[in-house]
Structures are given as C-alpha cells and as structure tokens.
C-alpha cells in the first residue's frame, strides 16, 4: 500500500486525515512542530484506527530533517498542511506567516525534488477568491492576497503551478478548503487551537463550555439577509475524505498534472444562523455581542463544488446539525483540547 507524509498531521485536519487514510489502509508518516497542535492528537487517530503512524517532530523548514524522511521512507505523495492559518495573527505579524508558510513550503519542495516525489496534494484557502466577484466561487474566479495569511496561500498556489512546466513529473492538485468545522463524532479528535481561536465554530463552543462570556460577532452591518457575515462551513470528516478522493486522482497521473478543487458544501450561513443551529442542535443558550467589523473579512462566501463533484464524484454527507452536535461533543469532552 502507497505511504503517504502528511506535514501538519498533528493539527486540525491533518489528523482528521491520518484518520482516513490509515481507515483506507495507507501508511501515513506525520512532520509536524506541534506549533499549533500536540502529540495527543496522533495517539488518539491511532487509538481510533488501530494502526500507526510514523511520527517525526521537526520544523518543515529544517531540510535535513526532511531529506532524511525521505530517505528513511519511499514517499508516494505528499499531503502538505503545515502552515500559520490565523488571518488576524497574519495581519499583526506578517514577517511570521511569510517566514513560516512560505520557507517550509519551499524546503519541502527542494526534498521532494531531490528525492523524486512528485505528487503533491496543498492545502490552500477560500480566503483568496476576490470577493468583487460574487459567491458562489468557482476554481476559475479571481483570486487575490488580500491579508499576509492568504497572500502566502496565493504565493504558493502560484510556486506551485510553475512546477509541472519546469519538470513534467509533477502531479499536484491544490484543495481550497471554506470553514472547515466539527469533528471527528467519536469525540476524541477535533480543533485544539492553541490560542483563543479565530474560527466561529470553536469560538462558540468555547463559550457554550463557560471559557469565554460571550461570542463576538464581528459586524451586523453587511450587506446580507440579517447584516452578518455569510460563510460555508464544512465538516471536517468531509473534508478528510475530499483528500483521498484527491490523492487518488494525484496517484493516478503519470505527469504534468495540476488541478484545482474547491472543498466546501455549497452551502452559505450567516453567523446568527450558525448561533441558531447551535443553540437548537445541543439545546443550550450561546449569548452574543455585536463588534466592529474584522479586518480581511468579506461579507458573502461560499464554494461552488460542482467541479469536484464532477470529476470526482466526492460530495459532503454532513449536515449543520451534525457539524454543531459534533464540535460540541470534542469540547465537552476535551474541555481543555488535547
Ligand atoms: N482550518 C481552517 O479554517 C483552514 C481553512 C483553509 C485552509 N486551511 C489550511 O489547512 C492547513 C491545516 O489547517 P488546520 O486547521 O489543520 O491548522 P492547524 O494549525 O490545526 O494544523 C497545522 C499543523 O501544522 C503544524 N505546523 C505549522 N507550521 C509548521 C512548520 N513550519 N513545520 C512543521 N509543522 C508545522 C502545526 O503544528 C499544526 O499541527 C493549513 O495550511 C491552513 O492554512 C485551514
């Protein structure tokens, strides 16, 4: 069976994935720092699986760490999730996302080159597509760095689509993920951020556990039904599987391949509707205050999938509820994370 290296694989939906493939029997070995995550969460995907994983502690940038990696092991392909994901820590501390995102991605990529691993899977964020253009957004929409954080997923996207012309090896597919949220419905893995999260779903989970007093809703003066932000969010576990289906495209290529996928559910919410279904799923109360806008934010986003449902036949099987009941299920759980 392919092996597969997955950076990142300690994090959010790096872990997620282990998961899913070690269920589609692939050998995962993980690089990761534990920037952003903890060991935990690999005991916990091999605890769910039965299996192991190969895991090395190393930051993405420091080559040699990686060459040998990849001379211990013979990579198929690579799931690339290492990397800053805080849009208002980006904005703040621009220095720090290009240093990391784009200084890892860039050793990662000399490796691979060097040892003849071609086939690459990068996460990449709806956060580029420009938002003058109207949702739903298709792969072939415009798309711009609009705050340091997305800038690098566009500096990469575009590293990474002069590959295939320099050497007709590559197979690269890049996933641009919307919200992804939830987690796994056993309940022992799910989002651990390491500082007070940025994304809405952990946030409220984080307040529906008494950690915070009350969710900030960052605006009510858009231009949408009830003045919130509109967003599409996906369940994790959805999104875990849209890389096998990915990987299994990458696998089957024989060169200069380069492909675009969104990973969403087509769906958009507002925030206050997100509060409601929350609230109605786990029958608890989420108190709320409105704030200032935040910056980088847009007012409507979500994904047209027709493309990958297409070619792929992926599609999300998760609903709204189930995402609620499930972030909710990690938190009571872990009400420390890992
Ligand atoms: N979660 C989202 O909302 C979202 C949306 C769009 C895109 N993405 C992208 O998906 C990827 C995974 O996101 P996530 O939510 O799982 O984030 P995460 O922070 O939970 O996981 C990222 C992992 O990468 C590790 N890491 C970071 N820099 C590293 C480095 N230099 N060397 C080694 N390991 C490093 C972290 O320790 C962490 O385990 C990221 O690239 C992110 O930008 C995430």
Redesign the pocket.
Known sequence: MATILV??G?????SHTCLVLLEADFEVVV???????DRESIKRVEALSGKSITLYQ????NTEAIRDVFIKHTIDAVIH?????SVAESCHDPILYYA?NLQ?TLALLQEMTRAKVFNLIF?????IYDSLHPAPYQEKHPVIGKTPYGQT?LMIEQILSDLPQSDLNWNISILR?F??AGAHPSGMIG?S?KTTPS?LLPFISHVAAGKQASLRVFGNDYPTPDGTGIRDYIHVMDLAQGHLFALSEVLQQQGDFFEVYNLGSGKGYSVLEIIKAFEEANLISIPYTVVERRTGDVAISYADTSKIERRLGWQTHYTLPEICQDAWNWQKQNPSGF
């Open positions: 950076t990142g300690a994090g959010f939906i790096g690089i990761d720092n534990f920037c952003n995550s190393a930051d993405l940038s999730f290492a990397g800053l994901k990391n890892s996460s990449s964020s709806a956060t997923k993920y919200n992804p989002e951020p994304n």
